[in-house]
Nanobody, 123 residues
Framework: QAQLVESGGGLVQAGGSLRLSCSVSGRAFSSYTMAWFRQAPGKEREFVAVISESGGTTVYRDSVKGRFTISRDNAKSAVNLQMNSLKSEDSAVYYC????????????????WGQGTQVTVSS
């Protein structure tokens, strides 16, 4: 069983930045695709970004393109999400997730999940 632990969430003003991190243990991290999802109250969980096993492929939802950057450090078994120019609509609980093949957007196809970290953007 894999363990995923997110960190880095918090309260930030609109236009500010946050960096989320997800540390993974229990699995061969470099063999897994990693993704970030988010879920706002009353809404379905939605795809944010995904990165392939090697880091050579990244995909973003349209609303975060140019503002968010996903990266991974296979030596440290960690994936990061740098979020810049944050907007109030980015407020949500952010989850990291992993699966063995790249690069679906469907959260139901991800095998392992973290507990989530809250991001709140004040306008």
């Amino acid at each position: 069983q894999a363990q995923l632990v997110e960190s880095g969430g918090g309260l930030v003003q609109a236009g500010g930045s946050l960096r989320l991190s997800c540390s993974v243990s229990g699995r061969a991290f470099s063999s897994y695709t990693m993704a970030w999802f988010r879920q706002a109250p009353g809404k379905e969980r939605e795809f944010v970004a995904v990165i392939s096993e090697s880091g050579g492929t990244t995909v973003y939802r349209d609303s975060v393109k140019g503002r968010f950057t996903i990266s991974r450090d296979n030596a440290k078994s960690a994936v990061n999400l740098q979020m810049n120019s944050l907007k109030s609509e980015d407020s949500a609980v952010y989850y990291c997730a992993m699966r063995d093949t790249c690069c679906t957007y469907n959260y139901k196809e991800y095998e392992f999940w973290g507990q989530g970290t809250q991001v709140t953007v004040s306008s």
